[in-house]
C-alpha cells in the first residue's frame, strides 16, 4: 500500500500506535506519539491532536493526501472526544474502530454507540492488538477504499 493513505485518530491512550505496528506486522511496543509519524502506509497521529478542536485543521491539512480515516474509540472508555458528526468535516472515509476489546474492562456496546454518534453509517470493526481479534478484518475493510 502506499504511503500515507490512511490516517489514524482518537484519544491519548487509546491504543493508536499499537494498532499502526500490529497493521505493519511490526513487533516493537509503541512509544508516546509526540508528532504526526509517517509509518508506512499509515499516519499516526498524537492523541492531544484529536482531544483539542485547535488542532483539527492541522489534522485536515494532514489528511489531503490520505484516503482512509480510522477514528478510534477506546472500549474502556466511558466517553468520546469526538463531536457528533465529526467526520463530516473530513473529505476521507471513515471507518470506526473499537480497541482493547480483550481488556477485563471492555464495553463493545457503549463503545459501538459513541462511534455511531461522532460517525454515524459508518462501518464500525472490533479490534485487540493483544490477541490480534479483528486485524484482517480491518485491514480487508481500509483495503476496499484505497
Ligand atoms: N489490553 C489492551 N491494551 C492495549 C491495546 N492496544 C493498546 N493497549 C495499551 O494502551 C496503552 C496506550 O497505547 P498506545 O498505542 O501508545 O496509544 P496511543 O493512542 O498511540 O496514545 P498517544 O500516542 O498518546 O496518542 C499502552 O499501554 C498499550 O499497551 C489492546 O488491544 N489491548
Ligand atoms: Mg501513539
Known amino acids: 500500500m502506499k504511503k500515507g493513505k490512511v490516517m489514524i485518530i482518537g484519544a ?3 491504543g ?5 505496528k500490529k497493521l505493519l506486522n511490526d513487533d ?3 512509544v ?3 508528532a504526526l509519524n509517517y509509518a508506512g502506509w499509515i499516519i499516526d497521529t498524537p492523541g492531544e491532536y484529536s482531544e483539542n ?3 483539527y485543521r492541522s489534522l485536515m491539512a494532514t489528511s489531503l493526501e490520505a484516503k482512509v480515516l480510522l477514528v478510534i474509540q477506546d472500549a474502556t472508555r466511558e466517553n468520546s472526544i469526538f463531536p457528533p458528526n465529526f467526520s463530516q468535516g473530513f473529505p476521507l472515509k471513515p471507518i470506526g474502530v473499537i480497541t482493547k ?3 477485563p474492562l471492555a464495553n463493545v ?3 459501538r454507540i459513541l462511534l455511531q454518534q461522532s460517525i454515524p453509517n459508518a462501518p464500525v470493526i472490533l479490534t485487540s492488538s493483544v490477541t490480534s481479534d ?7 475493510n481500509i483495503q476496499k477504499h484505497l
Open 12 to 14: 491519548v491512550g487509546s
Open 16 to 20: 493508536k500506535s499499537t494498532l499502526t
Open 28 to 30: 516493537k511496543p509503541a
Open 32 to 34: 508516546k506519539t509526540q
Open 53 to 55: 478542536p485547535m488542532y
Open 101 to 103: 476489546i480483550d481488556h
Open 109 to 111: 456496546e457503549r463503545a
Open 134 to 140: 479483528g486485524i484482517k478484518d480491518l485491514i480487508k
